[in-house]
C-alpha cells in the first residue's frame, strides 16, 4: 500500500481515488509523546506566523489584544503557510533521526511568515539578526518587523537563512532545487511545490528532472506537491485534478508519487512522516547501488503530493462565510481586526488556539522540549551551509592560465576566427580540472542544444551532455555524468544554474541572443538577489551568474527576424549597478580575458555578447588583458592623429564601436577613411565593458571623468556603432558631457520586410554607412571627403544590387581585412 | 486496439510499448489508388522542400544538377519537414472527405520549406504571391527566394498564407492553437508540436488546455506529437521516453492519445490516416454531446503521438555515417554540395528520388490528378479564412458608450478612486454585447488569477471564470463557459491572447507589472509577427495585443522587491514604432479612454500602465479625452504661469509626470511650490502616451516639434517624474534640442535593503525631492525658496521618523488631495 489518505478533506467528489505508485513506503514508528511534541512545535512555528501576519506589538498576547497592537496594514499570505510548517517541522525529525543533510527549497515563497518562522525556533534567525533575539524582546522585533516600514519584506528572500529562493515569482522552485542537487552526493532537497506555481510552464517543464538527475553523483531533489487546492481567487488545476490524474502526470516523467491527505493534524503528521521517511529510504536505497556500480535506470524519485485545506487550523468561517479550506485563506483570512471588535475577538482566540504560553517561557524563550526538536548545528534546516549563510564556502575554480588559449596574431584584423572556439578549450580544462572522481564536479555548463553550434564543442573532450535516458548505439558525447546539461529550454538552464550557482558553484549559461529574452524574468529576479544578498548580514558572496548571448542578431539574418533581438541588454542595463555587468569583447582573446573576469568574479549578472561564427581577431592576449581592464581603450593603430598628438589636440571625429560586428565595420569605415581623406583626424575607440559609459557614481566600472574624455573627448562628435538597439546608449550617457554628440547606429527592428538581406545592406550600420556619418559629423569637411561620399553610396547600391543576385556579400566585404599601408608592426593599443 | 503502429523504426529498446489508451479510433477506408496519389502529392512536396533549401535555380532538375544550381549559404531546416508534409497530406484528406474546417499549426515552424511547399501545392502562395506563379518561371521564384537576400526567411512566418505561427522562438504553438479555436465551434486546430519544443516550459503547460477548453462553445485542438527523436545535436527527452510514459503523461492532462509509428511511407499513412478521422470523429461526437445539453466533463480530447524518424526519405548516409534517423539530418544533411562533386550527385539522386517529372508538367504545373487532392477555396489549409488572410474579417467590438462609466468629478484631484474599476465596468459590457447563445463571443479577459484583486471584478456579473474541471457547492464565478481566463502562468495568458487575435477576436492581458517579465519574450515576437504583416500582401490588420500592467512597482513595496519591476516598458520601448504604443493613463477617466483607443485599434502593442488601487481622480471623460488625443498635455491648472502668458514667455521650470503615481507627486509638488514660492513660473505637463517623446519620424505618435515645445520648451528645465526605470525617458528624448536638460525621477532598483519603506520615503520621486529638484533646476532663485527646502527635507525626515514609528505615512501625505484656495472651478486642460 504506497498511498497514505489519513482523513478525507473537502476536495470534489472523484478528485481523490487510492492510486497505485511504486516503491513501498511503509509507516514508521513515530512515538506518541514526540509527536505530541513535534504537533506543539508546530503550533508554535503557525503562531509565529500569524503573529507576524497580525501583531505589530503584544507579541504573545500576554495583554489583552487591543487595536494598537495590531498593524495597520495586514500583509502577508497565511493560506499556504501551516502546511510549510508541518514540512519543516517534520524535516526536522527526519533530521534527528537519520542525520541527513536537508535543504529546503519553499516554493510559495509567499509563506515567508512560516518559513521565518521555523528559522526564529531553529534559533538561526537569532544568530544572524542579533536584534532578533530568541526572547520576548527579540519576538517583539520579530512580529513587527514583519512587513513593515524599516522591517523585512513577506517572501522567503534573502534575509531568511536557510533560503535559496524567495518565491516571490513564482516557477523556479523546482529548478533551484535541482541546481543545488548536482554534484551535491550527500544533499537531499526537499522542493515544496504549490498548486498555483504548478500553473507556471518553467516549473511544469521542470517535473522532467529524473531525465538529468544522476544517482551516481548528484544529490536527490524531493518534490512535494502541496495542493491545497486555490490561488488567491479559485481552484487550482492540479488542486481539482484526481489524484489517480496527479500520481499518472508525475510518475510518467520519472518520479514514484504517493500521496498524504487529510485535515486531522496528527493523522496527517503521522502520514507525511512515513512518507518522509521511505522517500529518504528509497532515495538513499538508489543511490547506494548507483555509486557501487549498479544501473539503476531508469531511475524513479519518490515524490510526495500533499493535499491538506488551504489556511489549516485558522479561521474556519469568518462572518458566517468558510474561510479555512477556500481561496478567501489565501492571504489575511481576517481583515479589519483594528476597527472591528468581533473580528479582533477572533484573531486573539485563533490566536491562543496555538497556546502561545506553552511554547515560550516567562522570557519569550522556546521552552526546551520544543528546543530539542531542532536538529544541531549545520543540519538545522534554516543553517543549511549551502545555503549562503555564514558557514557557506564557495571554492574558487582552478582557471587555467590564459596563455594556452590565445590566439597567436601576426598583426590586428588578419586572421579570421570563431572567436567562441578558444573559450570553448578553456571550459574544458576547466572541467577537467574540477572533475571528481565520481564524476561531479564545480563547474557545469547549461545550454539550449546549442554547445556544439556554438564552437564550444571542445568541452566534449572532457564529459558529455548529460542525459539519463537511453543513449543508442554509436552516440557520443552523451552520458549519465555529463556536465553539460543540454536542454531546450532557456528557464530550465538559467533556473539550473541560479540553483547551482546559488549553493556555491560555477557555471556558464551559453544560448542564441534573441531566445535568452525568455529567461529575461529570471534574470532580473536573480540580480535582484544578488543585490540584497550584498549588504545582508550572514551572506558569503555567490559566484556570478554568467550567460554568454551568441549566435546574435547581426549574424541571423538568415534565420528571419524572430531570431534576431538584443533585447535582454535593455532588460539588464537598467538593474543595479552592483551587481550588472555587460561586456562586448570583439574577438577571442578578449572573450577568454573577459571569461576569465566572470569566472572569477562574485555576486554579479555578467552578460557576455559574442558572437560564434568566424570573425577577425584584433588583439593579442596581453592586449585584451589591457583592454579589458581598461573597459575601453582608444585603437590608437586604427585611428589617424598623430600619435602624441592626441591629448593635446582633439580630433575631427570619433569613431567608436561596442561588439564584435561593429567593431569590424568601425575598422573597415576608419580604413575607408584613411584611405581617402587621409587628413582626417579620426580617433578610433573600443568599448568592451558597456557600463564604462555610465557617469562617475552610477556604476562601479564607469569611467572616470578624465578616462571617458580621453575615450571621446568632452565636444568632439562621436558615431558608436553599436552591438545592440542604438537607443539603448543614450541613457548610459546622461550626466556626461553633451550627449548630443553621439549619433548611435545599432540594431533596429526595421523588418518591415520578411528578407534576410544581409549585414551589411540589412542593416545602417555597415561601413559605407559609418564612414558617411563620420563625415557628416567631422568638425571639419576633409579634402575628397565628396569622393568619399559618392563611392560610399556607390558601394551601398552595388552590394545592394550583388546580394541580391549573388546571394551572398560583395566579394570585398565577404574578405576583408584589416590593411594599413603605413604600418607593418602591431602597435600597442591604450 | 487503440494503438497504431506501423512499422518498427529505429527507437531505443524499451521505448515503445503498446499502451492503452482512451477512445475507439478504427481504421478508416483507405483505397489503394487514393494512397498512391497522396504519397505522390507528399513527395512532390518533400521535393519542394528540398528544393528550396538547395537550389536557385533549375528547380525542376531538368538539368543536369550543376555547381552554380547551388545556393553559396544551405539554410533551412529538412529534418522536421518530410513530418509536416505528411500531415499536410492527410489532413487535405480529412477536409476532402469530412468538408471539416481545419488550421493548420506547425510548432516546428523550423520546417518552413515544408509549410510553404504546401502552401504552393494547394496554389494559395501563388494567389498571395502572384510572382510566385504555378508554373515553372513560379517555381524558379519559389525556390530562389527561400532564405536568400530579397526572398523569404526559413521559417513559418507571415509569407506563409495559411500559418499564424512563425515557429521562430519554440514554446507557444499550442497556445497559439487554443486561442484560436475559443469560441469558434466550427474549427479544428491540428496542432504539430516538436519534440524540441515540448521541452520548452511554456509548451509543458500548456498541454492542461483540456482543464480549459469547452467543447459545447469552443472548437477543438488536435495536438500532433511529432516524436522525430532528435534536436539540433542530441536526443530529446520525449523522444526517449517510452510510448506508456508518453501517453500517461498526456492521458493525465485530459488527453486520449493514439500512437502512430514507422518508417514505411504507406504503412504510416494509413495509420496516421485512420489516427486522424478518428479524433474528428470522437471530437465531432464530444460536441455533438455537449451542444445537445449532456455534460460530457471529463471531457478526453484526442491526441496524436507521431514518432517518424528525422529526415524521413532523405540521405541515409552521408560518406559513411548514418544521417537519416540522426540529429545529423536536423538541419542540411549534405553540405558542402556545391565543391563536393559525390555530395552533388547524391543530392541529385535524392532529389530525384522524388520524382518531380511525375508531379510537374512540361510547364511546370502540378499534374490535374494531384492538385484535384487539395481542398477546395477557403478549405484548403493555407486559405483559412482564420488566418489572417485575404478573406479574413475582423469584427468590431461593439464598445458602449465611454460616458455611462466614467467617474464624476467636482474638481481635479480631491475624488479617491479605484482606477481601474469602471474598466472593469466597461469590459464587463463589452463581455455582454459580445455573448453567444452558446455562450461564445469575440472578447475574452486574460489574467493569472488577478481579476478580482486588479478591480476587474465587475465582469463576473457578465461572465464567470472558465473551467473545465469540477465546481465545488458555494464557488461562484466559476463555470465551464466562463469568458474570464484565469490562470498562473503569463505564459499561457499571453499565448492564448495571442492565438485569439491572430484569429482576429480581442482581448485583454492583465496583468502584475513586475511578473509581466516573465512573457517578455512573447511580446516582442509578437510585435514582429505585426510588424512583418502589416506590409506582407494579403494579410489584413489584426486586433492589438492589448496587455493592462497593473499592481505596478509603487505600491508594491509592501511586497518586496521581487514584485516590483517596470521592466517590460524597457522591453518595448525599442520595438517598431509602427506597432508600439506605452500608454500611462493617470487616472480612471483617462483609462477609459485609452482602453477605448486599445480596443479600437488595429495591429499593435499597447502597453495601458496604470495601479489597481484607490488613487485620486484628475479629469472629467472629455478632458481625459482631450488629454489621451493629444498624448500629453499642459495642465494649466496646477500651474502657476499667468495664463495667456506661457506661450511669449517660458516658465522657470517645468514639472512634468507620466504614470498615476507620478502625476500625483508632481501636483503635490506643484502645490508645495504654488504655496511657498508663489512667484516662481511652474508649468505643470502629463504624458499619457509615451511614445510621444520619440522625436518626429521615429513613431507614428511623435510630438511635432511645436507641440513638444508647447509642454517642454526648447530650453528650459524639465523634472520629470517618470513611472518606469528613469533612463528609459533619456532614449526617446534623443533628437529633441538640448536633452541635457531633462532631469528624470523614477523607479531606481535602490533595494540595497530588504525594507519595504513606504512609496514616498522609498524612491527618489517623491512630492518633497521633486520640490526640491524643482527648486535646484529653475531659471532663477526664487524668493522664499530656502524656506521651502528646509521644510522639504524636514518633512522626509519626519516621515522616515513617522513610517518607521507608526508604520504608515504620514497623515498630510495619505490623505493629501489637490487644493488650489486660488481657484475653485475645474478648468480645461489642454
Not at 550600420?765 to 561620399?789: F, I, K, N
Request: glycine content about 10%; charged content about 20%; proline content about 8%.
Amino acid at each position: 500500500m504506497s498511498t497514505t489518505q489519513a482523513s478525507p478533506i473537502d476536495v470534489p467528489a472523484g478528485t481523490r481515488a487510492p492510486v497505485e505508485v511504486t516503491g513501498e513506503h511503509p509507516a514508521d514508528d513515530y512515538p506518541d509523546g514526540e509527536l505530541a511534541l513535534d504537533l506543539r512545535w508546530w503550533s508554535a512555528a503557525n503562531y509565529l506566523t500569524a503573529a507576524q501576519i497580525y501583531l505589530r506589538d503584544n507579541p504573545l498576547l500576554r495583554q489583552p489584544l487591543r487595536p494598537e497592537h495590531i498593524k495597520p496594514r495586514l500583509l502577508g499570505h497565511w493560506g499556504t503557510s501551516p502546511g510549510l510548517t508541518m514540512v519543516h517541522t517534520l524535516l526536522n525529525r527526519l533530521v534527528r533521526r537519520t542525520g541527513t543533510e536537508v535543504l529546503m527549497v519553499t516554493g510559495p515563497g509567499h509563506g515567508g511568515p512560516a518559513v521565518l518562522a521555523g528559522a526564529y525556533l531553529d534559533g538561526t534567525y537569532s544568530e544572524v539578526h542579533p536584534a532578533v533575539s530568541a526572547d520576548l524582546a527579540g519576538l517583539h522585533r520579530l512580529v513587527r518587523q514583519f512587513s513593515t516600514p524599516g522591517g523585512v519584506s513577506s517572501h522567503a528572500g534573502v534575509h531568511v537563512p536557510g533560503s535559496i529562493h524567495e518565491g516571490g515569482e513564482l516557477g523556479y522552485a523546482l529548478l533551484h532545487a535541482a541546481g543545488a542537487a548536482f554534484d551535491d552526493p550527500d544533499l537531499l532537497v526537499a522542493c515544496v511545490v504549490g498548486d498555483g506555481e504548478a500553473e507556471t510552464g518553467p516549473l511544469a517543464a521542470s517535473w522532467r528532472l529524473p531525465a538529468f538527475l544522476d544517482p551516481g553523483r548528484d544529490g536527490a531533489v524531493l518534490p512535494i506537491l502541496h495542493l491545497n487546492g486555490y490561488k488567491i481567487s479559485g481552484p487550482t488545476v492540479l488542486g481539482r485534478t484526481s489524484d489517480d490524474d496527479v500520481c499518472r502526470f508525475l510518475a510518467s516523467q520519472g518520479w514514484a508519487p504517493v500521496v498524504v491527505a487529510g485535515d486531522q493534524p496528527d493523522h496527517v503528521f503521522r502520514a507525511l512522516d512515513a512518507a518522509l521517511s521511505g522517500a529518504r529510504r528509497t532515495i538513499a536505497d538508489l543511490q547506494r547501488r548507483a555509486r557501487a556500480g549498479q544501473d539503476v535506470r531508469p531511475a524513479r524519485w519518490p515524490a510526495i503530493v500533499l493535499r491538506t485545506p488551504k489556511g489549516w487550523t485558522g479561521p474556519r468561517t469568518v462572518d458566517g462565510v468558510p474561510v479555512e479550506g477556500t481561496q478567501r485563506s489565501h492571504q489575511v483570512p481576517l481583515a479589519n481586526v483594528r476597527d472591528d471588535a468581533g473580528h479582533r475577538a477572533q484573531l486573539a482566540e485563533w490566536l491562543r488556539s496555538y497556546r502561545p504560553d506553552e511554547a515560550f517561557d516567562a522570557d519569550g524563550r522556546l521552552v526546551p522540549e520544543l528546543a530539542a526538536l531542532s536538529p544541531r548545528g549545520d543540519l538545522r534546516l534554516s543553517a543549511s551551509p549551502r545555503a549562503g549563510g555564514p558557514r557557506f564556502r564557495v571554492r574558487p575554480l582552478p582557471l587555467p592560465d590564459l596563455t594556452d588559449y590565445a590566439l597567436d596574431l601576426t598583426g590586428p584584423g588578419v586572421l579570421e576566427h570563431e572567436t567562441t572556439r578558444p573559450l570553448g578549450e578553456l571550459l574544458r580544462d576547466v572541467i577537467t580540472r574540477t572533475s571528481r572522481a565520481d564524476g561531479g564536479g564545480d563547474f557545469r555548463l547549461f545550454s539550449p542544444d546549442e554547445t556544439a553550434s556554438n564552437r564550444l564543442g571542445a568541452v566534449f573532450e572532457a564529459t558529455d551532455r548529460c542525459t539519463q535516458l537511453p543513449v543508442l548505439p554509436g552516440e557520443e558525447h552523451l552520458g549519465p555524468q555529463g556536465r553539460v546539461m543540454e536542454v531546450l529550454s532557456e528557464h530550465l538552464c538559467e533556473g539550473w544554474l541560479e540553483g547551482y550557482t546559488l549553493t556555491g558553484r560555477h557555471g556558464l549559461f551559453a544560448t542564441y541572443e534573441a531566445f535568452a529574452m525568455v529567461a529575461a524574468s529570471m534574470v532580473v529576479q536573480h540580480a535582484k538577489w544578488l543585490q540584497l544578498a550584498a549588504t545582508e548580514p550572514g551572506r558569503s558572496p555567490l559566484p556570478s551568474l554568467n550567460v554568454l548571448l551568441t549566435s546574435t542578431c547581426w549574424r541571423n539574418d538568415h534565420n528571419g527576424f524572430s531570431h534576431q533581438g538584443p533585447g535582454l541588454i535593455d532588460t539588464v542595463a537598467p538593474l543595479a549597478p552592483e551587481v550588472t555587468r555587460i561586456w562586448f569583447p570583439p574577438d577571442a582573446n578578449s572573450t577568454l580575458v573577459v571569461a576569465e573576469q566572470c569566472l572569477t568574479s562574485r555576486g554579479q549578472v555578467n552578460l557576455v555578447v559574442v558572437d560564434k561564427q568566424q570573425h577577425l581577431q584584433y588583439l593579442t592576449l596581453d592586449q585584451a588583458r589591457t583592454h579589458v581592464a581598461a573597459g575601453g581603450s582608444v585603437w590608437e593603430w586604427a585611428g589617424t592623429e598623430e600619435p602624441g598628438r592626441q591629448r593635446s589636440e582633439d580630433p575631427d571625429v570619433v569613431l567608436a564601436a561596442a561588439g564584435d560586428v561593429p567593431t569590424m565595420e568601425v575598422l573597415a569605415a576608419a580604413q575607408l577613411l584613411r584611405e581617402h581623406v587621409p587628413h582626417l583626424r579620426v580617433r578610433v575607440v573600443n568599448v568592451v565593458d558597456l557600463m564604462g559609459l555610465l557617469p562617475p557614481g552610477e556604476h562601479p566600472a564607469a569611467f572616470t571623468p578624465e578616462r571617458f574624455a580621453h575615450l571621446f573627448t568632452d565636444s568632439v562628435d562621436v558615431v558608436f556603432a553599436f552591438h545592440g538597439h542604438p537607443r539603448a546608449i543614450h541613457p548610459l550617457l546622461h550626466g556626461r558631457p553633451d550627449i548630443d554628440r553621439f549619433h548611435v547606429r545599432g540594431f533596429t527592428e526595421h523588418g518591415s520586410t520578411t528578407t534576410p538581406f544581409d549585414m551589411v545592406v540589412l542593416n545602417r550600420m555597415s561601413r559605407y554607412h559609418l564612414a558617411l556619418e563620420a563625415l557628416r559629423r567631422s568638425r571639419r569637411v576633409p579634402e575628397g571627403g565628396d569622393r568619399l561620399a559618392r563611392l560610399c553610396h556607390a558601394q551601398l547600391d552595388r552590394h545592394r544590387a550583388h546580394v541580391v543576385d549573388a546571394l551572398e556579400d560583395l566579394p570585398e566585404i565577404r574578405t576583408w581585412t584589416w590593411h594599413d599601408p603605413t604600418r607593418t608592426d602591431i602597435e600597442e593599443n591604450r
